[in-house]
């Protein structure tokens, strides 16, 4: 990336500060709107509502009076029930923020606020990303359209339930991290990245997939010298280790969130593989690359336990297309501009690459897939790292403003906020 001269520098980031204030303060005018229009007539305005949904907050609330369990059941949550005790099922970053919340607010924090907040969050680390890798105000703002709206994590931002917080907080956290290891080379802002992916994995624990990236790069900096990367490890570690104190007060395992507790995954029956099973991949490839939506006499028709995951995030059909060309220039074009790529950048490409293929492979082996959805949700989690590898591959496709990707856009955009709100508005 060419440097900028301090007058430029200043003028550059005065534009991404303004357009970044405007574009916030539009999508949250959006969302109150759209939140309007699900909330019941009567109801009071659901965007600063507490939802039901929240085992967090219960978490948090558990944790102010000295606990780890729940002090009962709450049947329309998923529980983990270990030696008749019940306890959150999920990793536990997210309780986090609810905990301290809990001192304003008491159990009725504002979950559906927060949800919005952290796709808001992940919208503006996503366009600071995209202008640090100097892409005009237009791609920047397509960028991050790609990744918070064209995307099942507009679908997430509409519900302050357990598992749309953790995953926008993740994606929200994911960006922060990768933006911190892009932004500065300085060991400060680089051990700020490790720390908020540490905590990125506390609310969505495949994410230390990225950690093999973070730490070549890092390495690649120093000179390849393994004794200037060991103490980027420390902040990671302590945060790991509570993670592993956490599960095993809780169930004996320091590897054990919860999740294998649940009645879903320890019921006897004759398909029960528990959570991760090679069992399940035939029935999931289906809804990982198929199921299709269709228009139908009632409209817009589509599998509600989730679709294609390309087409419910299609920053993942731009991703497919950056990775050909690329393949085509290193193959066909070596002289070409795009492929003066050095081989160590070059292996940082191939490496992110491989930590994104094992990402996506990762969902075929889980019981669900996520659930009850539109589009694919799981899948948000990889699509950071499908935004840097777009950024890092110096691929023409977000560094110029091409009619076939703003109209890519527009149809992500408009297809999530059909569908998102037809599974809401009430009535469906």
């Not at 996520?370 to 949700?377: A, L, Y």
């Not at 935004?387 to 691929?395: A, E, G, T």
């Amino acid at each position: 990336m060419p440097a900028l001269d301090s007058d430029r520098r200043r003028s550059y980031s005065k534009q991404t500060a303004v357009a970044l204030i405007l574009l916030i303060m539009a999508l949250f005018g959006l969302y109150l709107v759209i939140y309007l229009m699900m909330t019941p007539e009567g109801q009071p305005n659901s965007i600063f509502a507490h939802h039901s949904w929240d085992s967090y907050t219960l978490q948090a609330l558990a944790w102010r009076n000295g606990q780890v369990k729940l002090d009962q059941d709450y049947p329309y949550l998923e529980l983990a029930i270990y030696q008749d005790e019940y306890y959150v099922s999920f990793p536990p970053f997210p309780s986090v923020p609810m905990f301290f919340l809990t001192f304003l607010f008491g159990a009725n924090t504002p979950s559906n606020l927060m949800v919005v907040l952290y796709t808001l969050g992940a919208f503006c680390f996503a366009f600071l990303l995209c202008r640090h890798f100097r892409l005009s105000l237009l791609q920047s703002t397509v960028g991050s359209l790609f990744v918070c709206v064209a995307s099942s994590a507009f679908f997430n931002s509409l519900c302050g339930g357990v598992w749309f917080l953790a995953q926008n907080l993740a994606l929200c956290l994911t960006l922060a991290a990768f933006y911190f290891l892009f932004v500065s080379k300085s060991n400060v802002s680089t051990v700020i990245a490790m720390l908020l992916l540490a905590f990125a994995v506390g609310c969505r624990p495949f994410q230390a997939i990225y950690y093999f990236f973070f730490l070549y790069v890092i390495w690649k900096r120093n000179n390849f010298r393994i004794r200037k990367v060991l103490p980027h490890l420390i902040a990671p570690g302590i945060v790991a280790l509570v993670y592993m104190w956490y599960n095993a007060i809780r169930f004996g395992n320091i590897l054990e969130f919860g999740h294998n507790y649940l009645p879903e995954f320890t019921r006897p029956g004759p398909d029960q593989y528990g959570q991760f099973s090679y069992q399940y991949i035939s029935n999931n490839l289906a809804p990982m690359f198929g199921n299709f939506p269709s228009f139908g006499e009632n409209g817009l028709e589509y599998n509600q336990f989730g679709f294609c995951f390309y087409l419910a995030n299609t920053i993942f059909i731009l991703l497919a297309v950056a990775i050909l060309i690329r393949y085509y220039h290193w193959c066909k074009k070596p002289d070409k501009p795009l492929r003066k790529l050095s081989q160590s950048d070059s292996l940082e490409l191939v490496i992110l690459g491989i930590c994104i293929a094992i990402h996506l492979a990762s969902f075929l082996f889980h019981k669900t897939m996520g659930g009850w959805q539109f589009g694919s949700r799981y899948t948000v989690d990889v699509i950071p790292a499908a935004l840097v590898f777009l950024l890092l591959s110096k691929s023409p496709l977000l560094r110029k403003t091409q009619t076939p990707v703003l109209m890519l856009c527009a149809f992500g955009v408009a297809f999530h906020l059909a569908g998102s709100l037809e599974m809401y508005l009430p009535g469906h």
